[in-house]
T-cell receptor
Framework: DAGITQSPRYKITETGRQVTLMCHQT?????MFWYRQDLGHGLRLIYY???????DKGEVPDGYVVSRSKTENFPLTLESATRSQTSVYFC??????????FGPGTRLLVL | QKEVEQNSGPLSVPEGAIASLNCTYS??????FFWYRQYSGKSPELIMS????GDKEDGRFTAQLNKASQYVSLLIRDSQPSDSATYLC??????????FGPGTRLSVLP
């Protein structure tokens, strides 16, 4: 199916564990983004990528790692999860820096 | 720090009325402006984009942009209960960063 997908949709983990959130898009969009959404903060950019093998930090990158070896995939890794990383994570893609298409989100709970 | 501000609401309007949502931004270099709708528990979906001063209409939605005042608004005519959602304003300056406002929660009362 065409579009942007995220997996898992829900994840419960413990502090200190490594967690990887997956994002896959089928449009061949060059730009991809990771956001977290928390009450009171709205959407905050974690990392973005302009193309395969090109990534850059957003507003809140600490504690996160990204990679982009293929245009269609943009995984986000929490190297050592903390309770403050409990959030809803959205992946988005864009062609030419116009509007973004968002994935369905991943709800992450860190105990 | 580039900022986008919105009233958090909730904004309550009766069914059939006009809902007016407002957004201000701090970066004068901003070039692209977007309104997203987000239903509870769902992802944001684009409903309007505007790039030049003035009004842009799409069905019941009208986006208004005033770059001199650094102000963008969204009007929803003939509001329906199904319009009840959080509306996010987003701004881009043709760089890689889209900056989102905190959102305004709209409630349309039957």
């Amino acid at each position: 199916d065409a579009g942007i997908t995220q997996s898992p949709r829900y994840k419960i983990t413990e502090t200190g564990r490594q967690v990887t959130l997956m994002c896959h898009q089928t449009w061949s969009h060059s730009y991809m983004f990771w956001y977290r959404q928390d009450l009171g903060h709205g959407l905050r950019l974690i990392y973005y990528s302009a193309a395969a093998d090109i990534t850059d930090k957003g507003e809140v990158p600490d504690g996160y790692v990204v990679s982009r070896s293929k245009t269609e995939n943009f995984p986000l890794t929490l190297e050592s999860a903390t309770r403050s990383q409990t959030s809803v994570y959205f992946c988005a893609s864009s062609d030419g820096l116009k509007f973004q298409y968002f994935g369905p989100g991943t709800r992450l709970l860190v105990l | 720090q580039k900022e986008v501000e919105q009233n958090s609401g909730p904004l309550s309007v009766p069914e059939g009325a006009i809902a007016s949502l407002n957004c201000t931004y701090s970066d004068r270099g901003s070039q692209s402006f977007f309104w997203y709708r987000q239903y509870s528990g769902k992802s944001p979906e684009l409903i309007m984009s505007i790039y030049s001063n003035g009004d842009k209409e799409d069905g019941r939605f009208t986006a208004q942009l005033n770059k001199a005042s650094q102000y963008v608004s969204l009007l929803i005519r003939d509001s329906q209960p199904s319009d009840s959602a959080t509306y996010l304003c987003a701004v881009n300056n043709y760089g890689q960063n889209f900056v989102f406002g905190p959102g305004t929660r709209l409630s349309v009362l039957p």
